[in-house]
């Protein structure tokens, strides 16, 4: 894959432009962790769909680990020809720390209620044990 590279155009009296490399910039590495791992075979959640919400997340919060940082989607509503417009209520977390140029995936679980912006983030209880033992780090 070839790097891009842009010039910003040079102003008089501005700092001289030197190539900005957006593939570099945009490109970070992902870690899945153990945990993760098992958490995404236990609610049914794949590599992509956690990835749609790292990237278009519909909120953000702080994690409940020190330095990390949690993104959540709602499920979307479909529909087939025996059920018109049923709704698949609740939302999906992914939690996560950026280390240098890695981001590491700690965790992904369901909630199958709506949270409101602000609050506690919704963590199983089991997810929430395993976090603050730091046994998920690995």
Do not use: C
């Amino acid at each position: 894959m070839a790097e891009r590279f842009v010039h910003i155009e040079e102003v008089e009296g501005s700092i001289p432009s030197t190539p900005i490399n957006f593939m570099a910039a945009s490109f970070m590495k992902f870690f899945w962790t153990e945990h993760s791992k098992i958490k995404m075979k236990q609610y049914g959640l794949s590599k992509q769909k956690l990835l749609g919400i790292l990237y278009r997340p519909e909120r953000k919060e702080q994690g409940i680990v020190p330095g990390t940082t949690a993104v959540m989607k709602t499920n979307k509503s479909y529909s087939n020809s025996l059920q018109k417009n049923k709704k698949a209520l609740g939302e999906i977390w992914l939690m996560y720390k950026d280390v240098k140029d890695l981001r590491k995936i700690i965790s992904a679980w369901r909630y199958p209620g709506v949270s409101k912006p602000g609050e506690e983030i919704p963590i199983p209880e089991d997810i929430r044990q395993e976090l603050l033992n730091d046994d998920v780090f690995k």
